[in-house]
């Protein structure tokens, strides 16, 4: 009987952890992707500044609007520049950032692949 | 052979990142949003403070005529300095003065008025500081001259006295 009543008290506390699921987590998805602009290093979802908090109300209101996240993104972007979000699309400003990595993986595989030939 | 070909590379190398960072050290990280020109300014509905009406902004800018919207708040400092300067652009008959009053409550908003008089033809209210981002703002005071729903001039933070003669010489 005392182990029944254990197990019930501690399902019972089991189960309220659920009540704290995440409600905004479109929104949340959205604004971590959006660099606040007078709190500079911080996104809009961390931020506590009056303009993030002026971002996430505006946020809410075009997921209300029934806009996607790319179409918000867009949004912001044409009017803040892509400054703003945190993963910049390809562009002519960016595609040295995109391509970098592949340009450095592809040589540092050319120089191994070469040294084993050389060896071999 | 080998070994002067590593050293040139390596010496190479370390003058590329000294260029980059001494380069980066230098430029500023405070980043202001690129100023577009000719953006069409954006629709949106707003109260008006003082008066009860609202309405939405294609009957406040009318085309072929020139809107100077300030953003600004009776809290912000720097409003408070450039304020004489839009008193003073206020006597200009081809430009309306329209002000949007930021994140400020009624009673000080009106009382910092008062205290320093209006030139805003017009003031919209923006609560909750979304309108101004619709607008591409990011704080106060920020200043937009527009002409044929379009904005032609930006101006972000207080206005100085060469803005002024700019912002003459543009409506001309």
């Known amino acids: ?90 562009n002519k400003n960016t595609y040295l950032l995109w391509l970098l990595p592949i340009l450095i993986f592809l040589i540092g595989g050319a120089i191994i692949i070469k040294s084993f030939i050389l060896k071999k | 052979m080998k070994n002067k070909l590593i050293l040139s590379s390596t010496i190479l190398i370390f003058v590329i990142i000294f260029v980059v960072f001494y380069k980066s050290l230098k430029d500023t990280n405070i980043y202001t949003p690129e100023v577009k020109f000719n953006n069409n300014i954006p629709t949106f509905s707003a109260e008006f403070l003082l008066s009860t009406d609202k309405l939405s902004s294609n009957t406040i800018f009318e085309r072929d005529k020139y809107y100077l919207l300030n953003i600004w708040a009776s809290w912000c400092v720097p409003c408070r300095d450039e304020h004489s300067l839009l008193m003073n652009l206020n006597k200009n008959e081809k430009l309306t003065l329209i002000g949007m009053n930021y994140k400020d409550s009624k009673k000080n908003a009106k009382s910092f008025l008062d205290e320093l008089g209006n030139p805003y033809r017009k003031i919209i209210v923006d609560k909750n500081g979304t309108t101004a981002i619709e607008w591409g703002a990011f704080g106060v005071p920020e200043t937009f001259i527009i002409y044929n729903n379009k904005t032609i001039k930006k101006y972000i933070g207080p206005l100085t006295q060469e803005n002024l003669l700019e912002i003459q010489n543009l409506i001309k």
């Not at chain 1, 659920?18 to 959205?30: G, K, Q, S, T, V």
């Not at chain 1, 908090?53 to 809410?60: A, E, G, H």
């Open chain 1, 1 to 90: 009987m005392k182990i029944l009543k254990v197990f019930i008290i501690i399902f019972l506390l089991f189960s309220f952890n659920n009540l704290y699921a995440n409600e905004n987590n479109e929104r949340n998805e959205i604004t971590k992707n959006l660099r606040c602009l007078i709190c500079q290093g911080q996104s809009v979802y961390d931020s506590d500044s009056d303009f993030a908090n002026s971002m996430k109300i505006l946020v809410d209101k075009k997921l209300d609007e029934g806009l996607s996240d790319k179409e918000i993104y867009n949004f912001f972007k044409e009017k803040y520049g892509d400054w703003i979000l945190y993963d910049p699309r390809l």
